[in-house]
């Protein structure tokens, strides 16, 4: 049984968003990277757990970007897996990145591929989906909730305005979200182990790249809030239906 | 050539947000003077001819029960073949829970560009470059797509419906629907309950509350108002609240036109997912609370007092009209 965890590097999520070269570039400066939060507490945790049941579950991570996501990739080693795949690139087309990881995935012959539901930064939503697409293998997304019975999984994802619960047999892609498994902390042990596990380096695979992006913008700042007194609350009432007209 | 809009049904009735990706992709049609169509998978009762008010001219349907549940591989094969058919050279979903399925896979397929999230209409002056929201809400990027055929996803309630004059005709699409390797077990839907990421307005409450025992006066407040109902992430994490409500950077991005932020002191992760809104009220009885910065409206108050006095103004409101 091997699984594949897609890992991707964010920014802290306290980072200040800001641009530089003419809003064509994300200002990194005094930025700290961080695991994508659902990579992290969600598929990897969820992985790890699977791999606590049943010892004959190997964990692979893939990342795909430049030597600078090495730090991140080791700190996923420290909370666990077997060793990680990193795919020497700097692209942020959604394609290209899922068509470097299928590839993986086919030569690696994985059995389950988890990915976050999106990333932090970027907000795709599309990365699992591709993957399902390119290695032909059914696809879960906004997983809540994952179990395993041999080679059956049973999985929770929302739907609109609530939940399904849906077996698929492996192969198979699943986004995981809240609820799929819960934060860890990375202890000593796993951290120093993390050192000597293999980190794979290859070239990314000829790809098409069918997006880019151009540029940034902030959003308009806010007029400032409008207080109304505690005790006169019927006038919020009032400004949001006369006013504001949202009521 | 034309732009094909994925219509998202739920119980055989289309999604609100569909309306919205319905509306959007009818705009961008005109902008490039070529027709709009709408494609729907499985048994719909509402009446689909009626969606040409929103701008469509045709509706492709695929009347198969078997797609009324979500199976992404079955539904992106299905619209990738459906957009060959067509000619069509623009796709647009709804970036809802059914579009972040099954977009990103049409696209691979088709190997089309996409931008998933967006919030205006494209530039085609130079090129096709969609606007989208990236830092969870945070900021917004330019995403200039180089394929041939391109894929949006449009974010629920970032666009307004319009609703004018047409009838839109019903083609039946004959297309073989291979059996699903997803066997659907169970369906546990809250009925009656406003989904989140289409809701109007959306009452949320945070710790200030102290404990789920307290969450009667949000949800009355909520109920006045039609409104969904959200929390704050330690909210969700001590199970106050089911994990769904939870908003913010790591939860639901919300974009309602009305936020009512109850006990929640407005830490950036939350604002991430809800900065979005309209018009933000905040009610805390700490002045200093940052959720004060990012709000339009907002009362220095205790919760407890202010929220059922804030439900009776407005039935009384109400009442008066
Ligand atoms: C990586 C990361 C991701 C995160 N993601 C999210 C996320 O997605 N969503 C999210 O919400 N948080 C997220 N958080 C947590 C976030 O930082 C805050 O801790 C959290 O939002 C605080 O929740 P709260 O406002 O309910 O509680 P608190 O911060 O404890 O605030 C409670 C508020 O209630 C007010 N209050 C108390 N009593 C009353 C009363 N009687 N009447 C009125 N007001 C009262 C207080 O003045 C205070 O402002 C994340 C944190 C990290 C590190």
Same mark, same amino acid.
């Not at chain 2, 009762?45 to 001219?57: P, R, V």
């Given at each position: 049984m091997k699984i594949l965890v897609c890992i991707s590097k964010t920014p802290d999520t306290t980072s200040k968003i800001a641009f530089t070269d003419g809003n064509t570039k994300f200002d990194e400066s005094g930025v700290q990277w961080i695991i994508n939060p659902y990579d992290e507490w969600y598929s990897l945790v969820r992985a790890i757990e699977l791999k606590e049941k049943d010892a004959a579950v190997s964990i692979h991570l893939i990342t795909i970007g430049t030597a600078d996501s090495e730090p991140i990739i080791r700190k996923a080693l420290a909370l666990g897996g077997d060793e990680a795949i990193r795919v020497n690139s700097n692209s942020s087309d959604a394609y290209f990145i899922a068509t470097q990881i299928a590839e993986i995935a086919k030569q690696g012959g994985y059995d389950l591929i988890f990915t976050g539901k999106e990333t932090i930064d970027y907000n795709g939503s599309s990365i699992g989906g591709m993957i399902a697409e390119l290695t032909d293998a059914p696809y879960i997304s906004l997983a809540t909730k994952f179990e395993l019975a041999g080679t059956t999984a049973t999985i929770t994802r929302e739907v609109d305005g609530g939940e399904e619960v849906a077996e698929v047999d492996l192969p198979l892609v699943v986004s995981c979200q809240k609820g799929v498994a819960e934060q860890r902390i990375p202890n000593m042990r796993g951290i120093m182990a993390a050192r000597t596990k293999p980190l794979k380096v290859v070239e990314p695979i000829a790809a098409d790249t069918l997006s880019s992006i151009i540029s940034y913008e902030l959003p308009p700042a806010k007029a400032g809030v409008k207080l109304v007194a505690a005790d006169n609350v019927s006038e919020l009432a009032r400004l949001l239906h006369e006013e504001a007209k949202v009521i | 050539m034309s732009v094909l809009i994925f219509i998202d049904q739920s119980d055989g009735h289309v999604k609100k947000s569909s309306l919205e990706a319905i509306t959007y992709g009818a705009d961008i049609a005109k902008q490039l003077g070529v027709a709009a169509e709408g494609i729907v998978l499985g048994t719909v009762?509402?009446?689909?001819?009626?969606? %040409?008010?929103? %701008? *469509?001219?045709k509706v492709h349907q695929v009347n198969n029960n078997a797609l009324n549940h979500v199976d992404a591989q079955l539904y992106a094969k299905i619209i990738a073949e459906a957009v060959t058919l067509s000619g069509a050279k623009v796709l647009v979903f709804s970036h809802n829970q059914t579009g972040k399925a099954v977009a990103a896979r049409v696209a691979a397929r088709l190997k089309a560009g996409i931008v998933s999230g967006a919030c205006a209409l494209p530039d085609t002056s130079n090129g096709f470059v969609v606007k989208k929201t990236v830092f969870s809400g945070k900021a917004f990027a330019n995403i200039s797509i180089h394929s041939d055929i391109k894929v949006i996803s449009l974010n629920p309630n970032s666009y307004k419906t319009i609703v004018g004059e047409g009838t839109a005709t019903i083609a039946d699409l004959n297309i073989i629907v291979d059996p699903s390797r997803i066997k659907v077990t169970a369906i546990n839907k809250v009925s009656g309950d406003v989904p989140l990421t289409e809701a109007d307005i959306v009452v949320s409450g945070g710790r200030g509350l102290k404990g789920p025992e307290n969450w009667g006066i949000l949800l009355d407040l909520a109920k006045e108002l039609g409104a969904a109902t959200a929390c704050s992430r330690p909210v969700g994490d001590a199970h106050w609240?089911? $994990? $769904?409500e939870h908003v913010g950077q790591t939860g639901v991005q919300i974009a309602p036109n009305l936020y009512i932020a109850i %006990? *929640?002191? %407005?830490?950036i992760q939350h604002l991430a997912g809800v900065n979005r809104s309209k018009v933000i009220v905040v009610i805390n009885k700490d002045s200093e609370a940052p959720f004060f910065k990012a709000a339009d409206y907002g009362i220095v108050g205790d919760a407890f007092e202010v929220v059922p006095q804030l439900t009776a103004a407005i039935k009384k409101m109400k009442a008066s009209v």
């Open positions: - | 009762s509402d009446d689909l001819t009626a969606l %040409g008010k929103y %701008g *469509i001219s609240r089911p $994990h $769904h %006990g *929640i002191s %407005g830490a």
